[in-house]
């Protein structure tokens, strides 16, 4: 046989596990209120996010936000999986983190704060107050408002993070487009 007993029971135990949440999700998720709302938040980003948009810088942009989600998407799935918080209600069934927030309220936030703040000490400065927003007011919000489970974690673990990934982000960005720019002069 292919897989030892232990990978088969882990294999089996998420089939139960999707099952469970598939099922979860159509009972308890699909077309209810917190379903309606995480739709319409995951929508209303989109479109600010399109309406705000530099559309000369969109690439620029559209990598800032792509990287963002990745990393948010990652970042989410890696405490869920750790039992570090639980998200009781999403858009989707089999896709377990916050995808309004991981796919689109952060992604547009952090790339709207990279394409309005030109220098890195604005930058840094709105970095801090949206950190600080999200830590103590947005994350308690989400909690009491049953979107957000909290497990094995408190709300100003995620300070540094969010901090460390915006300052990552953009500098990846910068490095990614500086690259090009040269790589272009070259070719000149």
Same mark, same amino acid.
């Given at each position: 046989m292919f897989f030892d007993t232990g990978i088969a029971t882990a294999v089996e135990l998420q089939k139960l596990l999707t099952y469970l949440r598939i099922n979860e999700w159509l009972q308890d998720d699909l077309f209810h209120f917190r379903w309606f709302f995480l739709l319409g938040v995951f929508a209303f980003s989109a479109l600010v996010w399109w309406k705000l948009v530099d559309k000369s810088r969109l690439p620029e942009i559209t990598l800032h936000a792509g990287l963002t989600a990745i990393i948010t998407l990652v970042l989410d799935e890696m405490g869920e999986e750790l039992t570090l918080w639980e998200y009781p209600a999403d =858009? &989707?069934?089999i896709? @377990? @983190?916050l995808s309004a927030v991981d796919l689109a309220s952060l992604p547009m936030i952090y790339s709207l704060i990279y394409q309005y703040c030109k220098t890195w000490k604005t930058f840094l400065w709105a970095t801090l107050l949206m950190a600080t927003i999200f830590c103590f007011i947005l994350e308690p919000l989400l909690v009491w408002s049953d979107f957000y489970l909290i497990l094995k974690w408190k709300y100003y673990y995620g300070f540094p993070i969010y901090i460390t990934m915006a =300052?990552? &982000?953009r500098w990846m960005v910068l490095? &990614?487009?500086a690259i090009a720019?040269?790589?272009k002069e070259k070719q000149v």
């Open positions: =858009i &989707i069934a896709f @377990p @983190p =300052i990552f &982000i490095k &990614i487009y720019r040269k790589s």
